[in-house]
């Protein structure tokens, strides 16, 4: 489903965010009763009226040597990732989202800008240079310049997925997230090329992330419990970088 119309729903105009996030594997076979449960007290995001889900496609910027994921997967107290995001396969000429997500201890802060989807590769491979126009937020162009140069970031991997996405009913602070059929590329790593990719998750998994600034809701905290939904680990790069190395090194060890 394409949904990467600019500015049309809040939760993507939002350009800074701060919350907390949790992450779940959720079963196949449990997501009737969870979804069930949790549409009592959250809005579904109007465009997934019948459960039918919207992809995100996404753009991660790394050292050469991959600096930025290693450093993360060694779960330090600071973290950041810079990447490109879309609602759906964009066209050339569509609008996108470049974005800054840095991790301090389990506080998470997201800021990003509107920019068309061509500035954004030429603002990278140009190390943060570009010339500003009225849809880009100057302040968080500035930090991303600052990043791109001082890394000397380039593209590496397009993760892609498909979402589910609700808010709770009279408290937009608190969102839930259901990712599945999350899938990856190293090769032709361009948002307009497709949302094609390798699966990075047995099927019928989904990861469900809760993100908020305050407290769990009681009955959300009585749904885990129920169903044994237990926090997990899990970053999608970080998985993604993981395979990607075994597969190197498998291949490495063959034809050494």
């Known amino acids: 489903m394409k949904v990467n119309e600019i500015g049309r729903r809040d939760s993507m105009a939002i350009e800074v ?20 449960e949790i549409e009592k007290h959250m809005t579904p995001d109007k465009f997934n009226k019948g459960r039918q889900t919207y992809s995100i496609c996404n753009i991660y910027f790394d050292t050469e040597d991959d600096y930025l994921i290693r450093t993360s997967l060694a779960k330090p107290d600071y973290k950041e990732k810079l990447r490109l995001r879309t609602y759906g396969t964009p066209s050339k000429d569509e609008k996108a989202f470049l974005e800054i997500k840095k991790k301090v201890n389990r506080v998470v802060n997201k800021r990003r800008t509107t920019i068309g989807l061509q500035e954004a590769y030429r603002f990278v491979e140009n190390g943060g240079k570009i010339a500003l126009t009225d849809e880009m937020n100057p302040q968080v162009l500035k930090e991303l310049a600052y990043m791109v140069q001082h890394y000397k970031l380039q593209p590496k991997v397009m993760i892609a997925y498909d979402r589910l996405a609700y808010f709770e009913k009279g408290n937009s602070d ?45 009955w ?22 993981k395979k990607y190395m075994n597969n190197k090194n498998e291949r490495e060890a063959i034809y050494a």
């Open 17 to 36: 965010f701060n919350r907390v996030e949790k992450k779940y594997f959720v079963r196949g076979d449990q997501m009737v009763k969870v979804l069930d």
């Open 220 to 241: 959300l905290t009585k749904l885990l419990t129920e169903e044994k939904i237990n926090q997990v680990s899990f970053s999608k790069y970080g998985t993604e970088y």
């Open 174 to 218: 608190l969102r839930i997230s259901f990712d599945t059929n999350i899938r990856s590329r190293r090769d032709h790593v361009k948002l307009e090329e497709g949302s094609y990719g390798v699966a990075l998750l047995e099927p019928n998994i989904w990861l469900m992330e809760i993100k908020t600034a305050s407290a769990m809701p009681l």
